[in-house]
Nanobody, 122 residues
Framework: QVHVVESGGGLVQAGGSLRLSCAASGSIFSINAMGWYRQAPGKQRELVAVISSGGTTNYADSVKGRFTISRDNAKNTVCLQMNSLKPEDTAVYYC????????????????WGRGTQVTVSS
């Protein structure tokens, strides 16, 4: 079993910054991608940022230039630095971890955290 726990959400004024952290623990052989999604009230969950095991990153257009994703492979952690926050960034942010099995025929599997609330006031 793998546990994924987010931290760092909160309330911030527009233009401010927050840093989200996520840690994966448990029966982990290796991790492929790690990333963040978000879901605002009444909207579908959307990708915010993802980082591969090799450090390749991908961002949603809406956050490019403002958010930075990073990871520590030794600690199985991923962080999301969010700057110049806007009210439209308000959402529950979910961390996910794509794990690989030691058995090559077993597909990769995504584990999700419970989410952390980010609220940006105008």
């Amino acid at each position: 079993q793998v546990h994924v726990v987010e931290s760092g959400g909160g309330l911030v004024q527009a233009g401010g910054s927050l840093r989200l952290s996520c840690a994966a623990s448990g029966s982990i052989f290796s991790i492929n991608a790690m990333g963040w999604y978000r879901q605002a009230p009444g909207k579908q969950r959307e990708l915010v940022a993802v980082i591969s095991s090799g450090g390749t990153t991908n961002y949603a257009d809406s956050v490019k230039g403002r958010f930075t994703i990073s990871r520590d492979n030794a600690k199985n952690t991923v962080c999301l630095q969010m700057n110049s926050l806007k009210p439209e960034d308000t959402a529950v942010y979910y961390c996910y971890v794509r794990t690989r099995s030691r058995l090559p025929w077993v597909p990769e599997y995504d584990y999700w955290g419970r989410g952390t609330q980010v609220t940006v006031s105008s």
